[in-house]
């Protein structure tokens, strides 16, 4: 009966260790399965962009930098005919200023206008040179109410030379009495070390009718 007793008691002991040894044999591969399920849950997913969002590239290239050689300024200057107007801006204002120095008897204005090898024709008929226009200009004691050029056209010849036809309309009293005279003329300007030059001209008075 101890024989008996003995044996169901061992075989319950071999029993409980062997289901002992498969609970500890069947842990370490829950856990590692379990820590390789959570790595997989926590690790970001890359996400496609937004429609319409810019890459730090696109950002880059769309930067003021890059736009500036898009600017008014730079095609004003890569355009021929912005050029042509600032020329022409610029000898209109010379022409009214020269034509208005006449009412204020000022002789520097033509001085600083005329080039040194200048040649004109006078509406009196004679051909001068810079110092017989200047000298003529002091002659004048007229007194004038209005001298100003009423129409100006700039043409231009390559980008150092232009020709202004005009029409110059003056007011007055003079020796004879009161005055009002109108001048057809043709300037000739030339650029030269950046100043623009009158080199020739040639004027004449219309009839009065």
Same mark, same amino acid.
């Given at each position: +009966? ?16 062997? /289901? ?5 044999? &069947?842990?370490? @591969? ?5 820590? #390789?399920? #959570?790595? =997989? *849950?926590? $690790? ?8 319409? &969002?810019? $890459?730090? #590239?696109?950002?880059? @290239?769309?930067?003021? /930098? ?18 042509? +107007? @600032? ?7 010379? *022409? ?6 006449? #009412? &204020?008897? %000022? ?13 004109? =024709? ?17 002659? !004048?004691? !007229? ?6 050029? *009423?129409?100006?056209? =700039? ?12 029409? /110059? ?6 020796? %004879?009495?009161?005055? %009002? ?8 300007? +030339? ?8 080199? /020739? ?9």
């Amino acid at each position: +009966m101890k024989l008996i007793t003995a044996f169901f008691a061992l075989a319950a002991l071999t029993l409980l260790g062997s /289901a002992f040894a498969q609970e500890e044999s &069947s842990s370490p @591969s829950t856990s590692t399965e379990e820590k #390789a399920s #959570a790595t =997989v *849950e926590t $690790t970001p997913e890359s996400t496609p962009l937004e429609k319409g &969002s810019a $890459t730090p #590239a696109a950002e880059k @290239s769309a930067s003021p /930098a890059a736009k500036k050689s898009a600017s008014p300024a730079a095609e004003k200057a890569a355009s021929p005919s912005g050029k042509k +107007m @600032s020329v022409e801006a610029t000898l209109k204002d010379m *022409e009214n200023k020269w034509e208005a120095s006449f #009412a &204020s008897h %000022d002789p520097s204005v033509a001085q600083s206008y005329l080039a040194a090898d200048f040649i004109g =024709v006078h509406p009196k008929g004679k051909i001068l040179g810079k110092s017989g226009l200047i000298a003529e200009f002091k002659k !004048d004691k !007229d007194t004038y109410t209005s001298a100003k050029n *009423e129409k100006l056209e =700039v043409h231009m010849y390559g980008s150092n030379a232009a020709v202004v036809v005009g029409r /110059a309309r003056e007011k007055g009293t003079g020796k %004879d009495g009161k005055f %009002d005279r109108v001048y057809l003329f043709t300037d000739t300007w +030339m650029e030269r070390n950046g100043q623009w030059q009158c080199i /020739a001209s040639q004027s004449m008075e219309l009839p009065r009718r």
